[in-house]
């Protein structure tokens, strides 16, 4: 009988074991067995009473959650409705039930010593009906953090489904410490959050980045990770396997972004001591990338923009030659700067703004050179953005090629007269042909938004030619390519919407007009 000592109570294997006694010394009439009843009389005894226990338990639960009003009830009789009755009484028994388990563990006492907590595997099965009730929310809290902090506590598979599948179709609320509890204890209930999240942003309407930072923390997900780095190392590697699948995915990237910033948030909120440090979330990632890369444009004086980016441009072109330079150009190290890169995409947006409204400047500027090497860093930064890899080590006959386009699309979009028509399809072709379609996209839109002088009509234009020049190659394959494009021009109108902080209220104005009307046209643009 060692085996027994600690049975998970009312196991499949402990009721085979008692029925298999009992069958035993029904059958048996030889002093043995009657000495071997009489051993086992007390722990059948105890045993009964626990199965006594728990069916009181769940009829009594299954009678106060039942809605029939109509019902025979003893209440009546003294004029108090059956429903409140009800509803009062599960409060309670829930209270006294969460307190039970509050301080029901001893697990620390004696080796030797049953843990109280062997038995809230069956209270736990009895919650199944009722995770959905508000009543039963300090009893799920109750339960699911005793299993994070006592090893002997085990949950039914039932009731952690039901918690799981409750708290996804928002029948249940939990704070966060019971949502971290719920994840810790099942990591797939953690995956299963993750990819709920990034179904139900991938097939939402139009996006916008306000209502996508409420979806995103009303998952609970950028809090939970704040609070266990363990979650977050989790759900940052759910996002990077998601994102190898999809890496065209302009919406998956933006709800990266969404996350990793509301994460960042959350993390600030929390006391300055219990607060860990960033290398602890990011440990693939150089420290002196973390910082920079991760602070929030918002956080940064609009002055300073300029020199923040040069200096991270800086450090990506370092890390890139050195990974070039150990031949692992192609593999993980490379790869974690860009994520990390994405991740903060903020930066990648303020660059794109940055170097579309400071080509008219560096044109008049006496200092040139010096606004063009500038212009050249940014540049650079967004090619890195769209082209991590030296892919077929073409990484200087691409950066040559990204030059000539931008040179190019300058010419077309900032010329103070309108190009000959011959002009815009020689742009176009080189834009398909030369790098990919969503940097030249970035590109035209952020001259359509953002340069000194009307860029946004020459912008479409090409937009449109762009699709039309795609469909004519292959109708059905560049009719999605076209939805694509329109998809990726509608999340980089949004990122460029938010994270637009421009003091000078003409300049300003000036862009909230060519946002709305590249947002007002780009739908026929690219699927005429």
């Not at 939990?174 to 097939?203: G, K, M, P, Y």
């Not at 302009?250 to 929390?270: D, E, G, H, P």
């Not at 860093?377 to 006959?397: D, K, M, S, V």
């Amino acid at each position: 009988m060692a085996s027994w000592e600690k049975p998970e109570p009312f196991s499949k294997t402990l009721v085979q074991f008692w029925m298999a006694k009992v069958s035993e010394w029904s059958e048996a009439t030889s002093p043995s067995a009657q000495l071997d009843a009489c051993r086992h009389q007390e722990k059948l005894r105890g045993f009964l009473q626990e199965v006594l226990g728990a069916l009181r338990l769940a009829k009594t639960m299954c009678h106060l959650v039942a809605a029939d009003e109509e019902g025979w009830s003893v209440m009546k009789h003294v004029g108090l409705p059956s429903k409140e009755y009800n509803v009062s009484t599960l409060k309670k028994m829930m209270c006294l039930l969460t307190e039970a388990v509050n301080g029901g563990c001893s697990s620390f006492r004696s080796p030797t010593e049953r843990c109280l907590c062997d038995g809230l595997h069956s209270l736990s099965l009895t919650c199944v009906p009722l995770v959905t009730r508000p009543e039963a929310a300090p009893l799920i809290g109750a339960l699911l953090r005793r299993s994070v902090t006592c090893a002997h506590t085990q949950l039914s598979e039932e009731f952690v489904e039901a918690v799981c599948s409750g708290f996804l179709d928002k029948k249940l609320h939990l704070d966060v410490q019971t949502v971290v509890a719920l994840w810790c204890h099942n990591l797939s209930s953690l995956e299963r959050a993750v990819l709920r999240l990034v179904s139900f942003v991938l097939s939402g309407p139009r996006i916008d980045l306000q209502t996508l930072d409420k979806q995103v923390n009303a998952s609970l997900l950028p809090q939970a990770c704040a609070q266990r780095c363990s979650v977050f190392l989790v759900v940052n590697e759910i996002f990077r396997c998601t994102l190898l699948e999809m890496e065209e995915s302009s919406v998956l990237r933006l709800l990266i972004q969404s996350f990793t910033r509301c994460f960042l948030r959350a993390l600030a909120a929390q006391d300055p001591e219990d607060r860990l440090a960033l290398k602890s979330f990011f440990p693939l990632v150089p420290v002196s990338l973390q910082m920079p890369m991760l602070t929030l444009p918002s956080e940064v004086p609009q002055d300073v923009w300029l020199e923040h980016l040069m200096g991270i441009s800086a450090q990506l072109q370092l890390a890139s030659a050195e990974a070039e330079e150990r031949g692992d150009n192609t593999s993980g190290s490379v790869f974690e700067v860009w994520f990390l890169l994405l991740q903060g995409g903020g930066w990648v947006d303020v660059a794109a703004q940055l170097l579309a409204s400071a080509q008219t400047h560096a044109a008049s500027s006496s200092s040139s050179s010096s606004s063009e090497s500038k212009s050249r860093a940014l540049l650079w930064l967004l090619t890195f953005f769209y082209h991590p890899t030296n892919r077929g080590h073409q990484r200087i006959q691409q950066w040559e090629c990204v030059q000539q386009v931008w040179g190019d699309l300058r010419g077309v979009c900032l010329s103070p007269t309108p190009p000959p028509p011959r002009a815009l399809d020689t742009v176009a072709e080189s834009l398909l042909s030369r790098v990919s379609s969503r940097l030249a996209l970035r590109l035209l839109l952020s001259l359509a938004v953002f340069s000194p002088v009307p860029g946004d009509a020459i912008a479409l234009q090409l937009i449109r030619k762009m699709s039309e020049k795609k469909r004519e190659e292959d109708e059905k394959e560049e009719e999605e390519e076209a939805v694509s494009l329109r998809r990726e021009a509608e999340c980089l109108l949004a990122a460029a919407a938010e994270h637009r902080l421009n003091s000078d209220t003409l300049a300003s104005a000036r862009v909230q007009a060519r946002l709305r009307t590249l947002e007002d046209t780009l739908w026929n643009a690219l699927c005429v």
